[in-house]
């Protein structure tokens, strides 16, 4: 997963601030991936959607039913000898996002324990769903269409916004009423901020002393 998204921001030139943002609306989800924090699955199918990838949780929910039924394995069983929790099946039964981890060591147990014949049947019965990484993800160019539906393409809310620019979503609120703010559209109801509004707000604030910064302020009269 880290190795995906380094991938997709180098060909599109995103910074990892701005990927952290615009997916999942936290600026430090790259630096946290790359210190080892674990994933859960709602979270990295939600970080696949903005990339304009199938969500992998589906899949992976899918490929566990599909081997108890080839195989007839017990659901206990198999929770406590691959993740020590018997109640791991029946827990994603309930909807539980489970992280990314307990994943790869069930999908390590099944492929220990299936019998022969198993593991094919269930690939075959698993042909027509969605993988983000069958193998073409890297050799992928231009995102596709459902691209145009992410965070980063429609803008972003007050919220998401706020956090990109390290301020909280009243500050960047009420600089809208005070005019001091980042441009911004409003769609409806809806105020929504363009990523090159808020960079170039963000640039126009550069300061190389506390000096200049006085100096600025004092010339706008603020």
Known sequence: MRRSIALWRERRGMSARRFGVGALGI???????????????????????????????????????????????????????????????????????????????????????????????????????????????????????????????????TREAAAWLGLSPKTIARYRLSGEGPEFRRVGVRVRYLLEDLEAWASARRWTSLSEERAARKKKGR
């Open 27 to 157: 600026p430090g989800f790259v630096g946290l991936q790359a210190r080892g924090r674990p994933l859960r699955v709602d979270t990295a199918d939600r970080v696949l959607a903005f990339m304009g990838y199938p969500p992998l949780g589906p899949l992976l929910r899918a490929e566990i039913e599909v081997f108890i039924e080839v195989s007839g394995t017990k659901v206990t069983i198999l929770g406590e000898e691959a993740v020590r929790n018997p109640a791991f099946v029946g827990n994603l039964r309930r909807g539980v996002s489970p992280y990314l981890r307990s994943f790869d060591r069930v999908r390590a147990w099944m492929a220990a324990n299936a019998m022969e014949g198993e593991i094919p049947a269930v690939r075959e019965r698993l042909a027509d769903l969605d993988d983000p990484f069958d193998g073409t993800w890297d050799a992928r160019g231009d995102p596709p269409a459902a691209l145009e539906e992410t965070p980063a393409a429609r803008g972003l809310d």
